[in-house]
């Protein structure tokens, strides 16, 4: 198991409870292919990673993804590495920077329902501070592009994800949403109309 009772345990001890939510997305033949594909030695979950920095937040690009859409990098833990360990990795991997780890926001477990069959998978999102480094993926065979982005660009992103047939993408959308709702409720961005300015405290 990748992510154990005891790794999520400690976890919420360290950086929060969070809001838990059940989501499930009929998706194509394609889709569940891609899903398939990323569950190597049984995984089922990936770690969304919003990492805050005076800019914004970095989003990236998969080389298939159309220009101009962004969203959060995530990636998934190795067998026996713990939450901190893998994420410190897949930030390095997918930006190219190094992070703190600020708060633990959502645990989101999904159904992807294809033609003949049901893939079950969790999402861990958590937001981390930028602590060094420049923004360059150096996973560039599944990273296209990483870059800082203003929060409030995010909203942009929002409407091309939902755009798009790809409940994958409808998918990433819903996690942005639980995360720009969880950082308002921790006052650490401000909502005015379109704008959104992050207020994250010093750690």
């Known amino acids: 198991m990748y992510v154990t009772p005891a790794m999520i345990a400690d976890a919420e001890a360290r950086y929060g409870t ?16 891609i899903v398939r594909a990323s569950q190597k030695r049984g995984r089922k979950h990936d770690v969304t990673m919003a990492i805050l920095g005076e800019p914004g937040v970095i989003v990236i690009a998969k080389p298939w993804y159309p220009q101009g859409l962004y969203r959060l ?31 633990y926001h959502a645990r989101i477990d999904v159904e992807f329902t294809g033609p003949e069959q049901t ?18 993926p150096h996973d560039t065979h599944e990273i296209r592009e990483a870059r800082w982005c203003g929060l409030s660009e995010l909203l942009d992103h929002r ?14 959308a819903a996690l942005q949403d639980t995360l ?5 409720e921790r006052n ?3 909502r005015s109309g379109s704008n959104l300015e992050l207020t994250l405290p010093e750690a």
Do not use: C, N, Q
């Not at 969070?18 to 292919?33: G, K, L, V």
């Not at 409407?159 to 990433?172: D, E, I, N, P, Q």
């Open 119 to 136: 893939i079950p998978w969790t999402s861990h999102v958590f937001s981390a501070r930028y602590v060094s480094g420049d923004v360059e």
């Open 188 to 190: 650490w961005i401000i």
């Open 18 to 33: 969070p809001a838990t939510y059940e989501m499930s997305y009929t998706s194509s033949d394609r889709e569940i292919a």
């Open 73 to 103: 990098p995530s990636g998934g833990l190795e067998p026996g590495e713990s939450i901190e360990d893998g994420f410190a990795r897949e930030a390095w991997e997918e930006t190219g920077v190094a992070v703190s780890i600020a708060a």
């Open 159 to 172: 409407k091309m994800l939902l755009a798009s047939s790809v409940s994958g993408f409808h998918y990433r």
């Open 180 to 184: 720009l709702k969880s950082l308002e």
